[in-house]
């Protein structure tokens, strides 16, 4: 099972060590984990994606919420949340592939971003499922470099009155 | 005033009494502040041991024990005591020394990261950058420490930070934050339900752990036992929570517990837990407690709910406050059948044990261990302070001691060794009057008697027996059982005499070899308010 925690933290220095060490010690997963500042400059929004039991899943929760620079956790399954991953690969083309990679591209609306005679560099942004699929298409070619973002994520407008 | 005299004078304004510690270059601006203040200071001889005699004062007055060293080896000789304080959550607040703000990260001489090192086990950690913080974060250092589920919380500071000036110290009179908000209040449907299913339920029972004295709840947990008539166990924390001869109280459950206790807990049909964690100790299988029967726990903190065991009734809250709305009200169900049966078990159980324990007390040539922990306890004073160490001293003490008035210290969730004797310092100074007896083996009594020098230099009056077999009897037991007898770097051959020790501390010295003088002996060992060692001749046969 996948789970999302967005929290909202402490903005300042140690306390992502602080939850990553948490994490590490109480041997939880981390599929992804990105940091940003929020509105708020003394606040930072840290969206953790991890998996595991239901037990353990909750217990990720109340941790979190015992971590004193932690202010609030969100938890939410993939299915409540708008989940988005940014990811940048740097290919090597020729001539015989260079016009599937371009279909492919637009067919999943990936960018090519940078452009050289033998190399490109793809931007896609968009859910992670989506974003695994595409990159899947480069299976057969040859990737120079790649760099995710990992999840970020948001939960879903509900009726109004459910956002403050 | 410099940071250094802010620090001290935050501590006046939290009203400490003592601070334990250890000097060095980098927190001697604070050791030569405090001078200026009523703060007295006790110098240990070894830096764990000022947060073990920070953690038995804390114990004892329910206050915040504090304790202070330098950087490097300061900070990283103390790391045990902060670790023992967590796993038993005990609120202390542990000031260490850093080197210069712009050398720290470049490993210069004595530069240790003890944040980092102890962000595991600390309930939380500050990094003083800037002196004028000082004020805002030891008001808050003391509240977390003290609040909610208790616990250790450190400071480092470097030492520039505490030299530097500053104007207009202000005490803040609460600490503001956002992220810390513990539980207080039980919820009333969660409790409404725990009433619900005890008018349901045929053989219930309270499991009652060491959150239950940090809560200062012992009387209100009693008054719920007596009031609806639940036999009541406890874990190792929660020793004392009952007297011993309260006729509703079934002992210690758990690996080195009472048959009937952990039978009465196999058998019950309803578990209350109160400010214990279900740990593996207690419980042996946590997973598997809730298979036939209702768990009930009650905890400050919501993470140790549902951790070790899925409970079907979580009821998050200060137990002191969930046990005051309990006591608000009475379930009429009759349990008799199920005390009976508990209490029949009971004297089953002790009989032979009796029967037993009095044919080896005739048969030994040594010391019979139980039988010492049960006569020291009836003549200790109604009030005294027994601080266990840790090993099979530890089983003796907590399967035989007998709680009337006083209290019961020991490492319970760490299990560190050398424990009891800083731990007992501290309790000793907390409360002078009271009389304080530290039992230890002789393993443990080699990592911390260096702290016979304190107790002599501060003429704290406290009674040591020392358990000795000439063994680390615990893992010697271990290596009998599992290994049949192949025993592994567990012979203490070599360690000191005892009465040389005690005449080289300038303490008196009692010899007890075997049970025919042990009334004689005791009466010696705690006639008077003096510090006092007593040898206590074992077998190393004997089992815990």
Known sequence: MKRIYSCLVENRSGVLAKVAGLFWRRCFNIDSLTVGETEDKTVSNMVIVSSGDERTLEQIEKQLNKKLDIIKVKTFDESEGITQELVLVKIRYNRDNRKDIMENCQIMGARIVDLSKSMMTIKMCDTPERVQMFLDTLKSIRIVELARTGTLAITKIKEQGDEK | ?544
């Open chain 2, 1 to 544: 005033m410099t940071g250094a005299d802010a620090l001290a004078k935050c501590l006046q304004n939290e009203h400490v009494e003592y601070v334990f510690g250890y000097p060095g270059v980098a927190i001697a601006p604070f050791f030569n502040s405090i001078l200026d203040t009523d703060i007295k200071t006790v110098l240990v001889r070894q830096e764990q041991n000022a947060a073990h005699s920070a953690n038995g004062y804390a114990r004892a007055t329910g206050k915040v024990g504090v304790a202070a060293v330098t950087s490097g080896p300061g900070a990283t000789n103390i790391i045990t005591g902060i670790a023992t304080a967590f796993a038993d959550s005990i609120p202390i607040v542990v000031i260490t020394g850093q080197v210069k703000s712009s050398l720290v990260g470049s490993d210069v001489f004595q530069e240790a990261d003890i944040c980092g090192a102890c962000e595991s086990f600390v309930k939380y950690s500050y990094i003083l950058r800037d002196a004028r913080d000082i004020p805002r974060i030891m008001k808050e250092a003391f509240y977390i420490a003290n609040s909610g589920r208790r616990g250790p919380v450190l400071i480092d500071i470097p030492i520039d930070v505490q030299q530097e000036e500053i104007k207009d110290f202000k005490y803040p009179e609460e600490a503001k934050l956002r992220t810390y908000k513990p539980t207080v209040q039980g919820n009333t449907v969660q409790i409404k339900k725990v009433f619900a299913r005890l008018k349901e339920a045929k053989r219930p029972i309270i499991c009652v752990g060491g959150g239950v004295h940090l809560a200062r709840a012992v009387e209100a947990v009693r008054t719920f036992a007596d009031n609806n008539r639940i036999p009541v166990v406890c874990t190792m924390m929660g020793i004392g929570v009952m007297k011993s001869n309260d006729p509703m109280f079934f002992g210690m459950v758990g690996n080195n517990g009472n048959s009937y206790g952990n039978r009465a807990m196999n058998e019950a049909d309803m578990i209350i837990m109160v400010g214990a964690r279900v740990a593996d100790r207690s419980i042996s299988q946590p997973d598997l407690i809730t298979e036939n029967k209702t768990l009930v726990h009650i905890d400050v903190d919501p993470a140790e709910i549902g951790k070790n065991a899925g409970p079907e009734i979580p009821l998050v809250g200060d137990i002191a406050s969930v046990f005051e709305v309990f006591n608000q009200q009475k379930c009429d169900s009759e349990y008799t059948e199920w005390v009976d049966r508990l209490k029949a078990y009971k004297k089953e159980t002790e009989d032979k044990k009796l029967q037993k324990l009095l044919e080896r007390v005739r048969k030994s040539s040594t010391v019979t261990p139980e039988e010492f922990i049960i006569e020291l306890c009836q003549n200790m004073k109604d009030d005294a302070i027994y601080v266990a160490d840790v090993g099979q001293n530890q089983m003796w003490s907590c399967g035989n001691y007998i709680m009337r008035n006083g209290r019961f210290f020991t490492s319970g969730g760490m299990g560190t060794m050398g424990y009891s004797i800083p731990a007992a310092l501290g309790a000793k100074l907390a409360d002078p009057r009271k009389q304080v007896v530290a039992v230890i083996g002789d393993g443990a009594f080699q990592m911390c008697f260096m702290e016979l020098a304190t107790m002599r230099q501060y003429g704290v009056p406290v009674k040591i027996a020392v358990i000795k077999n000439g063994w680390l009897g615990l893992v010697r037991q271990y290596q009998h059982f599992t290994y049949k007898d192949r025993f592994s770097v567990t012979d203490l051959s070599g360690s000191p005499e005892l009465d040389k020790i005690a005449e080289a501390y300038g303490m008196k010295y009692i010899k007890l070899s075997n049970n025919s003088e042990m009334a004689e002996k005791l009466d010696d060992f705690l006639e008077k308010d003096e510090s006092i060692l007593m040898e206590v001749t074992v077998d190393p046969s004997e089992i815990a």
